[in-house]
T-cell receptor, first 114, second 115 residues
């Protein structure tokens, strides 16, 4: 079956603009995760969804970042008023139930803020 | 809070040589441990994981890792590497109890296999 897909694959935006990044998890996976991969910080956990609920938003870097998940499926990560330090690869992963289940990662969205 | 230290940022080896990628973690609670691989221009893929039971864990592509609780280590090994093993390898840890959804990753080790 299809793996985790993310769109767009690349996004170039100007500082101050808002961006939306989309993640389509594997069908039937209830858990969904967002991570950020950057040269300076490595791989950072951002947020976790179980179904449509996000019990822990503490990994989001600032209040400019938000995420939602609808229908227990698609998730959107929104970054408002982008800054240059937001430039990174944003990775989405899904797993069947929780972290003990294998997390399957998408190819990522490379965000460049000019 | 947890942390993961991958002691080597780069490991060059020759084809068919053995390799060990080192990973140490810090945590005040019991943990789950993972190794992921990222091939050039591809997403992350799970190599193996330790949840409980036998401390020697076998994964895909001939890799294995041993959980050593006293040394808080989870080193990754392969007895004979191939050119195709060239990739970046990430060690990760999560709590085995509450908030176990949060993976903390190391900075990664770039394994380069030379002919």
């Amino acid at each position: 079956g299809a793996g985790v897909s993310q769109s767009p694959s690349n996004k170039v935006t100007e500082k101050g603009k808002d961006v939306e990044l989309r993640c389509d998890p594997i069908s039937g996976h209830t858990a969904l995760y967002w991570y950020r991969q950057s040269l300076g910080q490595g791989l950072e956990f951002l947020i976790y969804f179980q179904g449509n609920s996000a019990p822990d938003k503490s990994g989001l870097p600032s209040d400019r970042f938000s995420a939602e998940r609808t229908g227990g499926s698609v998730s959107t990560l929104t970054i408002q008023r982008t800054q240059q330090e937001d430039s990174a690869v944003y990775l989405c992963a899904s797993s069947l139930l929780g972290v003990t289940d294998t997390q399957y990662f998408g190819p990522g969205t490379r965000l460049t803020v000019l | 809070a947890q942390s993961v230290t991958q002691l080597d940022s780069q490991v060059p080896v020759f084809e068919e040589a053995p390799v060990e990628l080192r990973c140490n973690y810090s945590s005040s609670v019991s943990v789950y441990l993972f190794w992921y691989v990222q091939y050039p221009n591809q997403g992350l893929q799970l190599l193996l994981k330790y949840l409980s039971g036998s401390t020697l864990v076998k994964g895909i592509n001939g890799f294995e890792a041993e959980f050593n609780k006293s040394q808080t280590s989870f080193h990754l090994r392969k007895p004979s590497v191939h050119i195709s093993d060239t990739a970046e390898y990430f060690c990760a840890v999560s709590n085995s109890g509450g908030s176990n959804y949060k993976l903390t990753f190391g900075k990664g080790t770039l394994l380069t296999v030379n002919p």
